[in-house]
């Protein structure tokens, strides 16, 4: 007897809050990135707005280890056989259905938070031009895997009339209710928000204008916005002792 398929929920609000600030800062640092010259005044909201990715990141990673059942990474299904094994029924019949994270989607998830930190490295300004070059390629490799990405749900979609990008909105996908999670976690997605907006007005608020710096909020760490006319374009990076 097959069993009885609903609407079921999946995603927490933590989850969803985090997957849509990730998506809005990081689609945006990488368009301004590759779309505006660095010395227009635009550009260093490019960098701002990679530090808040960075920051969303880690606490995407916190709920890797600790969050609901479909945020933890144990249940990103990336075993090689499995992920062969999708991709190739993706193209030539439809595939299995995931209540969580399916292969594809979960390989688009691990090469964005292992982009991400290496964009940051590389554009903080250490390494001088070869860095830079790096820092490009990475952010057009970045941009390859987003696109990938949303034509794989743009794929899905079409193949299994299911318009499973909704589910990071309303939080519900159709499965058997023995694979729902048991709470939206609304108190846990409102300390994330408000934790989450604090840190990044401090951040907003420790931009110096005339210097081209920012501090980051707890960390007494400060990062310059801007390239030195000298020194090859490496970056000024110290530690704020006011």
């Known amino acids: 007897m097959s069993a009885t398929l609903t609407k079921i929920l999946v995603w927490d609000i933590p989850a969803r809050l985090l997957h849509w600030a990730f998506a809005a800062s990081l689609g945006a640092a990488l368009a301004i ?11 260093q909201l490019h960098m701002l707005l990679g530090i808040i ?8 990673l916190v709920l890797g280890l600790v969050g609901s059942r479909y945020s933890r990474f144990a249940s990103f299904p990336l075993q090689p056989r499995e992920l062969s094994r999708y991709l190739i029924s993706a ?31 590389s ?4 390494g001088g031009e070869s860095m830079e070059e790096l820092h490009e390629a990475l952010a057009w490799a970045l941009l390859a895997v987003i696109v990938m990405h949303l034509m794989g749900l743009a794929w899905h979609t079409l ?19 023995e694979n ?22 401090a951040l907003f608020a420790g931009y110096n204008v005339q210097r081209n ?11 310059s ?11 000024k990076h110290d530690r704020d002792h006011d």
Request: proline letters at 4%; zero cysteines.
């Open 33 to 43: 990135g590759l779309l505006v010259e660095k010395e227009h005044a635009l550009f």
């Open 53 to 60: 990715a960075i920051f969303l990141l880690a606490v995407r």
């Open 91 to 121: 193209i030539v019949s439809k595939t299995k259905l995931y209540a969580g994270n399916n292969p594809g989607s979960a390989m688009a998830a691990v090469l964005m938070f292992l982009l991400v930190p290496a964009l940051f490295i």
């Open 123 to 126: 554009g903080i300004g250490y």
């Open 159 to 177: 193949r299994h009339r299911e318009n499973i990008s909704l589910a990071m909105v309303a939080g519900k996908k159709t499965g058997p209710p």
């Open 180 to 201: 729902a999670i048991g709470s939206a976690h609304a108190l846990w997605g409102m300390i994330i928000l408000i934790v989450s907006s604090l840190w990044i007005a």
């Open 213 to 223: 710096t920012v501090k980051l909020p707890g960390l007494g760490v400060s990062l």
């Open 225 to 235: 916005l801007g390239e030195k006319e000298s020194g090859g374009g490496k970056q």
